[in-house]
């Protein structure tokens, strides 16, 4: 029988809830996003993430937009105070 999952207060949703298997990346940020960020919000991330990616053109093989969308992350999470940055994206209009 396989152990339970290991589960993290999760920043972003503010519960108990699955963790992340891996740590994100190899550093102190990583580290810190294993300790304290769940499965859930994680995914949250990666579907919003190409949001910010597209709309300002994002180039992750440069140490600039690496940093920017670092920085987003930070925000997205609760890392970090301040405001996510503008996208293109705008939520549907609801028809009725």
Same mark, same amino acid.
């Given at each position: 029988m396989s152990p339970?999952?290991? !589960?993290?207060?999760?920043?972003?949703?503010?519960?108990e809830l699955p963790g992340l298997p891996f740590k994100p990346f190899t550093d102190a940020?990583?580290?810190e996003i294993y300790d304290n960020v769940s499965m859930q919000a994680w995914? #949250?991330?990666l579907r919003e993430s190409p949001r910010y990616i597209n709309t300002?053109?994002?180039d992750l093989q440069s140490a600039d937009g690496r940093e920017f969308l670092r920085q987003q992350m930070r925000i997205f999470f609760g890392f970090d105070d301040g405001e #996510?940055?503008? !996208?293109?994206?705008?939520?549907?209009?609801?028809?009725?």
């Open positions: 339970p999952p290991r !589960t993290v207060f999760c920043k972003k949703l503010k519960q940020f990583g580290q995914q #949250m991330w300002r053109g994002v #996510m940055a503008a !996208t293109a994206w705008r939520p549907p209009v609801d028809q009725e």
